[in-house]
């Protein structure tokens, strides 16, 4: 029968001291006592307790504990002379002492052999030993052992029985020691040496520190089936952080993983296992354990594993050396590695561009890599067959993440250095400065408000070209060589998950850019396209997640506001929005959704992509290559019980139809469609097929809009407008209008004056140009709308097919206005400009 010869005795008749890290805590808290006959039973924690608080610096602080909760692990304290209670975590203290005495029974002098005797109160000596260093000791009558922590019951003194409590939490707790030790007992009764306990002791040290290491070298991988294996069982794995991986596995405090986090957050280049390791926290073998045990990464014997030459091909030698990865196996498209930290975010950017493909790491015990990556290219060649090492430089110093102007210089020299020899290639992949530029590009352009990065590439050595869309309007930002667009490509490919190989086809994808910056939460819209010369351009759509706007703040007139609100308040029907791409139709949509969004109604919506986001809506992101469109999710929706339907757009007949039917059957339909006019709308969907009869009646309104540029208020100049500007806003105003219902001129002046006169004058606006607007004289967009409430006569008209010029005239007949007469309304209150509205609106 074995022993340990360096644990503590256990009195044989105190509990034995349970693990209990698995036990689930109990419902209310439990003060325990000592384990003895002569103690009163365990009490639960009812109210304030006065007690002392030692903190994780060893500092001594007296106070109340008001109420401790095991399942949250947390202690509400009151410290005085602070009159307010504060929480505080069972990991952000060593060690809490009641000041309550727990009494002991008196004891029985009259017994013939006190050996015999149950009142047993045995006093023994105790050692803590904290996570991060320190340690107590003292006596103790008995302990507890608990899913909570450790309690030790210290006696008054010498001659008295009595006891207070001290409760050691689990979260700090590191190891403890009661009772002398055995091999010492062993050694005192001559049942062994102190040489053989000594040699015992050594041999059980290796043994937990394999244990503590936790690298299970007979586990390790070494075969492709194996690894193939665990690599899909990982992926079945719930997904963990490192920072939690550590805490689960009690190698890292609480308070400890906040700061090496707030750290972090300040510089992003180094990951956290590697951060926790410069700062002494844990080891390296505690952070391959935590990847391998809670991350679920593979442990490769890559001493022995078979690695395939195909994979050996994909990286030079001296990338995967100085990146410290060695290639094992390629599996469709994807390379599988092994790493010493798989965590490494940007090791596996860099490797990925020059493989131009795919990275699944996996994990190899530490320093195995420095002899396993030179045997393995031995074996196949130092350098992979038709491949070079393109030596990527390391340009740390030259840029930072707030301004791309250094790494743009950085990058014209290197451009200029290599056009200057004939015989060198043009670089096909990218390097860390070139990975932070595309982030550093992206988080710009969010900051500035910009809808679109273009990326535009040109034959020859004409330089890689990028502009940004701010405002409706195209700007340059920034130029960089021709020899980097292939690798601006490929790594926007790669951030959206796209095939790196096709380049003959239009491709669509996602960033989801959180993964690579984690403090910004946006989200992009990829589209590649084919151009001359076998080059690719690329549009990025910034998706910011964002809150719909107050339908107040969307510019719509009185009477169209009026008019929209009392067509979404109907119980079923049809109100389309309508207009080119980017001119705000869904935006639109969903402050009128906001109005209509209550706890009586179900609203189900469908869009391609989920821009924006509110309380109470079901939103479902459709996604056409697996063949879930806005019709089937349409046809999904009806069976759901909806109230309110939300279609993205309406593409084709199948749509349109479906969306009719459902007005038609109890269910208010809101949805966009690219079209020009409110009135064009109804004949393109008679085009479609519809049928006019059920179309009118399912019809409600539809509101036609557009986006201009604002003019900004910070530099915005007035004054009373000339005669020959006031004549030619009226000319076109009225130039809409039929005949005969075309007001007088006296008549809409007199309006104008009424409406946005001041001091009985009309007013011109411009904006010179500021600081606030980067001297363009713009800032920000506003509407302009055009609505057609479909009424009685419009209903008769579009059941008889009219043009759409008929239609516009009943519309106006009822006061609907054009976008043209909308945006001259705006050009009055100084909003916009009369070329702005001509740029986005017909006659």
């Known amino acids: 029968m074995s022993a340990d010869l360096s644990a503590p005795l256990s009195w044989p008749y105190a509990p034995k001291p349970d693990s209990g890290s698995d036990a689930a805590p109990d419902a209310q808290f439990h003060w325990p006592t000592p384990p003895f006959a002569a103690y009163p039973e365990p009490s639960p924690h009812l109210g304030p307790e006065a007690c002392e608080i030692i903190g994780i610096n060893n500092s001594r602080t007296v106070g109340s504990v008001l109420q401790i909760s095991a399942a949250e692990r947390t202690l509400q304290v009151n410290v005085p002379p602070a009159r307010n209670a504060m929480m505080v975590k069972f990991g952000q203290i060593r060690a809490l002492k009641l000041m309550r005495v727990i009494p002991a029974a008196p004891r029985e002098t009259d017994q013939p052999d006190v050996r015999l005797s149950l009142d047993q109160r045995p006093r023994s000596s105790f050692k803590v030993h904290f996570n991060g260093g320190g340690e107590i000791s003292g006596s103790t009558i008995g302990h507890c052992h608990d899913h909570n922590g450790l309690f030790l019951f210290p006696p008054l003194s010498e001659g008295n029985d009595a006891v207070r409590c001290i409760f050691i939490p689990r979260e700090v707790l590191g190891n403890f020691e009661l009772g002398e030790r055995i091999g010492e007992v062993l050694v005192q009764d001559a049942l062994a040496t102190e040489e053989q306990v000594e040699e015992a002791a050594r041999e059980q040290l290796q043994l937990r520190s394999r244990r503590v290491g936790d690298i299970l070298v007979a586990q390790q991988i070494v075969t492709a089936d194996q690894l193939l294996q665990a690599i899909e069982q990982q992926a079945r794995m719930p997904m963990v952080r490192i920072g939690e991986a550590l805490l689960a596995l009690d190698l890292v405090s609480q308070q400890q993983l906040d700061d090496a986090l707030a750290q972090q957050r300040m510089d992003r280049s180094v990951p956290l296992g590697e951060l926790l390791v410069r700062k002494g926290i844990v080891s390296r073998q505690q952070l391959q354990s935590a990847l391998a045990r809670k991350m679920g990464y593979p442990l490769v014997d890559v001493e022995h594993f078979p690695v395939e030459p195909d994979a050996i091909r994909k990286l030079p030698l001296s990338v995967a050396k100085r990146l410290e990865i060695l290639p094992l196996v390629l599996r469709e498209g994807k390379l599988i590695v092994a790493m010493e930290d798989p965590t490494r975010r940007d090791a596996i950017d860099e490797a990925e561009f020059v493989s131009q493909l795919k990275l699944v790491p996996t994990l190899a015990k530490l320093g195995s890599l420095a002899f396993a990556i030179p045997a393995a290219y031995g074996r196949f060649g130092s350098e992979p067959i038709g491949s070079r090492d393109f030596g990527l430089p390391t340009l740390q110093a030259d840029f930072e993440l707030d301004n791309a102007d250094k790494l743009v210089e950085t990058l014209e020299r290197e451009g200029l250095a290599s056009s200057s020899r004939e015989d060198e290639s043009p670089i096909e992949q990218s390097d860390n400065s070139l990975v932070r530029m595309i982030n550093t590009m992206i988080i710009e352009a969010h900051a500035q408000g910009v809808s679109d990065i273009h990326i535009e ?120 929005c ?102 064009e709308t109804v004949t393109r969907l008679l085009d479609m097929g519809m049928d006019p009869f059920n179309f009118a009646d399912s019809l409600l309104a539809v509101l036609a809009q557009r986006l201009v540029r604002r003019l900004c208020p910070s530099c915005r100049r007035s004054e009373p407008i000339g005669e020959a500007a006031l004549t030619e806003l009226m000319d076109d105003y009225l130039h809409a209008f039929a005949a005969d219902q075309r007001p007088t001129r006296e008549a809409l002046l007199a309006g104008w004056l009424t409406e946005h006169g001041v001091n009985g004058q009309l007013m011109h606006f411009h904006s010179p140009g500021c600081t606030q607007c980067d001297q363009t004289g713009f800032k920000g967009r506003a509407g302009l709308h055009e609505l057609l409430s479909v009424t009685r006569p419009i209903r008769r008209l579009i059941q008889t097919g009219a043009r759409a010029e008929e239609i516009q005239q009943a519309g106006m007949a009822e006061g609907m206005r054009t976008l043209r007469q909308d945006g001259i309304v705006k050009v009055l209150q100084g909003i916009t400009t009369l070329a702005e509205v001509r740029a986005t609106s017909n006659n």
Request: with cysteine.
């Open 578 to 679: 309508v207009g080119p791409t980017g001119s705000g139709k869904t935006t639109t949509l969903h402050s009128v959704l906001s109005q209509i969004n209550t706890p009586e109604r179900k609203i189900w919506t469908a869009e391609d992509p989920v821009e924006i986001t509110q309380p109470g809506l079901r939103q479902v992101q459709v996604n056409p290559k697996i063949d879930w469109t806005f019709a089937k999710a349409l046809r999904a929706f009806l069976r759901a019980d909806p109230d309110v339907i939300m279609v993205g757009e309406i593409r084709d007949e199948e749509t349109a139809q479906i969306a009719v039917e459902a007005s038609l059957t109890g269910h208010l339909v809101l949805s966009t469609l690219h079209t020009n006019s409110a009135p």
């Open 457 to 576: 590439t040109h034959p020859g050595r004409e330089k890689l070209k990028i502009r940004f869309r701010k405002d409706g309007a195209l700007h340059p930002y920034l130029e960089l060589p021709h020899t980097y667009r292939s690798a601006m490509i490929a790594r926007i490919k790669i951030m959206c998950d796209l095939d790196i190989s096709e380049r003959r086809k239009p491709q669509d994808g996602k960033i989801n850019f959180a993964r690579f910056s984690p403090q910004h939460k946006l989200e992009l819209r990829v589209a590649t396209v084919p151009t001359s010369n076998g080059l690719e351009d690329v549009v990025m759509r910034i998706l910011a997640s964002a809150k719909p706007i107050p339908i107040d703040k969307l510019g719509l007139s009185p009477h169209n506001r009026r008019e929209l609100e009392a067509a979404v308040q109907r119980p079923y029907g049809m109100v389309l």
